[in-house]
């Protein structure tokens, strides 16, 4: 059957009207009737616990001081943000996704509005659309829930960046966030009320790095081949990368697909100190959100419209001494999981490392080395995923893989720079996970 455009936006307003707080099935998300992920955040919390929050005054030309103030008994009290964000799809409708992942009370949320980003916290005026949950102005949002907005009428292209304005009613209780977006975002004052039609942004004096309640966009895209998710730890989320240039690997991926001429969305489910098994979780560690084997059903399978996914996560693991071949089982089950979902999966080899200098002393190379190379020769060796992002070969020393080219990375000598992110970005297998003529990703 052949549909024709207004007769596909009218079923998906319809079937919008129904839209609540409930969780995504991943039996239908890649189904859902042309809505591909165009941006995501994976959400943690409750603020302000978050991994690196000590360290990210040195991302920052100027560091930003601490919100508790905005923030009292670190809930929101009938206060508004302004969320800063940068889909990887363009499009004319698109829906807004809102988490109460870590809410212990139900989260009273209204109104909200979409409009495109002029300069800091301000909005081109007179872009800004309200967003409705079935209809309504406002939404609850039960605790571990994520509501799904009706559509919104919202034409925006590639590069556009949205601001996403909301008022939290009442006491939110515990916050859910994602700590560090090294990006930044703006949050108005506590006891204010509604702030969102503010086109000025005066009413959001506080930035910040963290996305607050967010955890995605959609968009209405019915010929697009879907999206591909990045899940993984600091390094896919973007540590140290200055805010507001977009220079995380995902975003140098993104960028190629679209020189290639592939609509196709790229989500980043990266969360800083993140390991792929609960046995490298630090019990004296802040947070490192919950560990890709326990997540991943969340940030990957019940993503809109997901396609294909790029698994790269174990060396924080291996910096917790777990020995290769559980990290290579937890992997595998990832990747097992995602084909039984019908995805396209391509996992990266775990680059070298030597943070070796206090404070950064988490590495021993003497016993940690040997594991990292055993694990890349057990995802070498597997011919079961569809391809290998040889993050090893990337950035590691020419002559010498096993020793990071100090060229493509930050002084710590584990996370790369933007430069190092671009190299990541050009050795992943495009055809693997984009579909026919160009790649061969056809589950």
């Known amino acids: 059957m052949v549909w024709s455009r207004t007769a596909l936006l009218a079923l998906i307003l319809l079937l919008s009207a129904c ?28 603020y302000p616990l978050g991994p690196l929050s000590g360290l990210l005054p040195v991302a920052l030309p100027v560091p930003l001081p601490p919100i508790p103030s905005l923030l009292p008994g670190n809930q929101a009290v009938d206060q508004s943000f302004r969320m800063v964000v940068r889909p990887s799809l363009g499009g004319e409708t698109l829906r807004v996704r809102l988490s109460n992942l870590v809410g212990d009370r139900p989260l009273h949320i209204g109104p909200v509005q979409v409009a495109q980003r002029l300069i800091g916290p301000a909005i081109l005026p007179g872009s800004g659309r309200t967003v409705l949950f079935g209809g309504k102005a406002e939404v609850v949002i039960a605790p571990g829930a994520e509501a799904v907005s009706d559509a919104v009428e919202f034409p925006f292209a590639v590069g556009t960046d949205l601001a996403v304005s909301f008022q939290v009613v009442g ?32 009413s959001f004096p506080q930035p910040t790095l963290g996305w607050f309640f967010l955890s995605g966009i959609d968009v209405l895209a019915p010929g697009s081949p879907g999206a591909i998710v990045a899940i993984g730890d600091s390094i896919t989320d973007g540590a140290y990368s200055v805010p507001e240039t977009n220079t995380r690997w995902p975003d140098w991926f993104a960028a190629r697909l679209r020189s290639a001429g592939i609509d196709m969305a790229m989500l980043n489910q990266g969360i800083n100190s993140n390991t792929v098994t609960r046995e490298a979780l630090d019990p004296d560690s802040a947070y490192q959100g919950p560990p890709a084997v326990e997540r991943f059903d969340r940030d990957v399978l019940q993503r809109s419209g997901v396609r ?19 990290i290579y089982a937890g992997i595998r089950s990832l990747a097992d999981r995602a084909r039984a979902a019908g995805l396209c999966v391509v996992v990266g080899t775990i680059p070298p490392r030597l943070d070796v200098i206090p404070p950064l002393d988490n590495w021993k190379p003497a016993t940690m080395e040997p594991q990292r190379r055993r694990l890349n020769e057990l995802l070498r060796a597997d011919g079961s995923f569809y391809g ?56």
């Open 388 to 443: 290998i992002a040889d993050f090893e070969a990337a950035l590691g020393l020419p002559g010498l893989p096993s020793l990071p080219n100090t060229a493509l990375y930050f002084p710590d000598l584990l996370h790369p720079n933007s430069i190092g992110f671009a190299a990541m970005a050009q050795v992943i297998p495009l055809e693997a996970l984009v579909p026919p003529p160009v790649g061969h990703c056809n589950p």
């Open 171 to 202: 006491e939110s209780g515990p916050i859910t966030w994602h700590a560090v977006s090294f990006a930044l975002n703006y949050v108005g004052l506590p006891f204010l009320g509604d702030g969102t039609g503010d086109p000025t942004g005066l």
């Open 308 to 326: 294909s996914v790029v698994i790269f996560e174990g060396t924080n693991d291996l910096g917790a001494g777990v020995a290769a071949e559980p």
């Open 19 to 46: 839209g609540g707080s409930e969780a995504v099935d991943p039996a239908t998300a890649r189904s859902d009737q042309g809505w591909v992920g165009a941006w995501a955040a994976a959400p943690y919390g409750p």
